[in-house]
């Protein structure tokens, strides 16, 4: 009998995810990478922008950047999110009529990893992740988004990894982080000293 050559076995990927880190407050870093790419275009490659989400105004974006300050934050920010897509349509061309043309087709598998700290070496890894097939032109990748904790003690980054239209994505991103956001606490003033001297004679009367 003749023998039918056997079909390859799926290459199987080993990716370790992390999905929820707390974070610092300090500088973080975004890499997002297609995975096997064929194309050296700058335009079909995963480009990083940044959203803001504040308590009490508009959300605030995209920003273009693999790098972010959460120090130099305003405090009414409460989240920031990380969104990646590609910069443009790929351009193919067709072998028999020699024209190029645009399509919408979807890449190779996509991962992102975000961490924080100025220098490699002192860098730690708050979020990790990976998609088996890398949105569409059309589309952008919620990776995920940091946290401002509502006592204003520290912030957290919590994964997404969500695909949603590009052209719908900024009516989107507050209904989808409502739910996250903790309300804002007020910070207690501190009682004017006459005012707290009149409060403890009046209680004094009182008693």
């Known amino acids: 009998f003749a023998e039918f050559p056997r079909e ?77 897509k590609v910069a443009g349509k790929e351009t193919i061309n067709d072998a028999s009529s020699n024209t190029g043309h645009t399509t919408a087709k979807a890449g190779s598998a996509w991962s992102a990893r975000i961490g924080e700290g100025s220098k490699p070496s002192d860098r730690r890894e708050l979020l990790r992740l990976r998609r088996p097939e890398g949105p569409r032109s059309s589309g952008a990748w919620l990776v995920g988004g940091i946290i401002r904790e509502g006592d204003g003690s520290g912030w957290r980054a919590e994964a997404i990894d969500e695909v949603y239209p590009d052209n719908r994505l900024k009516f989107l991103l507050p209904m989808r982080f409502k739910e996250l956001v903790p309300e804002k606490q007020e910070k207690k003033q501190d009682e004017d000293p006459m005012a707290a001297t009149r409060r403890l004679l009046e209680e004094a009367m009182k008693s």
Do not use: H, M, N
């Open 8 to 84: 390859p076995e799926p290459k199987k990927i080993e990716f370790d995810p992390v999905l929820s880190s707390p974070c610092a407050g300090g500088r973080v870093l975004a890499v997002v990478t297609a995975e096997d790419s064929i194309s050296d275009d700058k335009a079909v490659k995963p480009r990083c922008s940044w959203w803001q989400l504040q308590y009490s105004g508009p959300l605030v974006g995209p920003v273009e950047s693999d790098s972010l300050d959460l120090s130099k934050l305003d405090e009414d920010v409460a989240l920031v999110a990380l969104v990646a």
